[in-house]
């Protein structure tokens, strides 16, 4: 049976705060997965192709901004959006934009209605 659902890739190193969220879109009609290393986000994505990743900024290993440049890269019809609690992030995000990378950055934290009217509009 084909996906139907948007496919959203979720992943922050928080764990709680992926499996929340996932679960907050599964219950929204979405298909989630929830990750917490990025790398197993680009593993994941080499499978299937999710139509939005929402990832937090700020990981070890690898940042939401650098996994959203190379998902880009992977699957390029897949859209981003950022979410983050570190005023730092504001820097690494104005760097992206100056190489060319547009991405949406909303603030921890997000209130669940604020976040799926964010990823309703991403997923449209």
Known sequence: ?????PIVFVVDDEEVIAK???LI???SGFYAKSFTDPLMVLQEAQKMEPNLLVSDVAMPGMSGIDLAIEMKRLRPKCKTLLFSGQA?????????RRDGHDFV????????????????????
């Open 1 to 5: 049976m084909p996906q139907t659902e």
């Open 20 to 22: 929340t969220l996932a």
């Open 25 to 27: 879109l599964s219950g």
């Open 88 to 96: 730092s992030t504001a820097d690494l995000l104005e760097k992206a």
């Open 105 to 124: 950055l909303l603030q921890k934290p997000v209130h669940p209605t604020d976040l799926l009217r964010e990823i309703r509009s991403s997923t449209e």
